[in-house]
């Protein structure tokens, strides 16, 4: 048998390149657009994402995937290896994990499977399964890259400024009279993630102002390994933090793209964000 296989959902926002180098597999979540559901990446890519949600009326939801597909992959990797470990989407956000427990549970036959709850979400997770898959790939074991992994869990951190605040409200995260006052004064909402979910933790008044608050609550960390910054319909105020970022952090690489169809549905289609990974 190979080494350990490396199971993530398609919200940890991983380049085709990354993928086919630690040959992660990728179970699709899906995204209800109006009357219609697609899988995220095979059905739906980010830029058709963005321009479908233009000439739907109905927020997006996101559900997870169905239980016979993720059995199908579970049951096509068990052929290959003796040991999958399938790192998802926080169960706060997404119920993929239940699924990929129940998939679990209807292949213990086959092959072990271990599902881990990242507790986060995005390139977060993406962070998370790539440093999974490079210890698989190093021939460490299943014991050795679960423990490894939770312990990375704690050290990854969101924080995200979005004006669509009819998203917030939805979900529960901000009152309908916060959403409509803060909507009238063109207020940004700063979302981060607490214990597996999406909070809202503090706001800005315009786009200098979200960037300043970016830089501010990245420059509270003294030692962080990775830095990744998304945006959709903010490429002013991202090429603004970039820059900064890049002074600060000289010796980071920064991952930089448009955020994924996942994260968009819990904060709409403009906002600018980051997650970054600290030393553990």
Do not use: C, W
């Not at 970016?214 to 319909?233: G, P, R, V």
């Amino acid at each position: 048998m190979t080494n350990v296989r490396i199971v993530t959902d398609s919200s940890a926002h991983l380049t085709p390149e990354e993928i086919e180098q630690y040959g992660i597999a990728i179970v699709p979540l899906r995204v209800r657009m109006g009357q219609k559901v697609y899988k995220e990446l095979t059905e739906l890519s980010y830029e058709e994402y963005f321009r479908r949600l233009e000439r739907v009326k109905s927020l997006p939801e996101t559900e997870p995937p169905q239980l016979q597909d993720m059995i199908d992959l579970y049951y096509r990797l068990s052929r290959e290896t003796d040991h999958i470990i399938s790192i998802h989407t926080s169960r706060k956000l997404n119920p993929v994990v239940d699924v990929a427990r129940a998939a679990a549970g209807a292949l213990r036959s086959h092959t072990r499977i271990t599902v881990i709850d990242s507790e986060t979400i995005s390139r977060g997770l993406g962070m998370i399964v790539l440093r999974a898959a490079q210890r698989a790939q190093e021939g460490a074991t299943a014991q050795e890259i679960g423990r490894e992994i939770r312990g990375m869990i704690p050290a990854v951190f969101l924080a995200f400024l979005t004006s669509d605040l009819n998203y917030l409200e939805r979900d529960g995260r901000l009152r309908k009279s916060q959403a409509f006052l803060g909507s009238m004064l063109g207020i940004r909402a700063m979302v981060e993630t607490r214990e597996g979910n999406l909070l809202v933790m503090d706001k800005a008044r315009d786009a200098v102002g979200a960037v300043e608050k970016l830089y501010d609550y990245i420059s509270e960390f003294a030692y962080l390994e990775e830095i990744a910054l998304l945006q959709h319909n903010s490429v002013q105020e991202a090429t603004a933090l970039l820059e900064r970022l890049r002074d600060m952090f000289p010796d980071i690489a920064i991952f930089t793209d448009v955020y994924d169809a996942t994260l968009a549905s819990f904060i709409g289609p403009n906002a600018l964000g980051v997650i970054v990974r600290e030393a553990y």
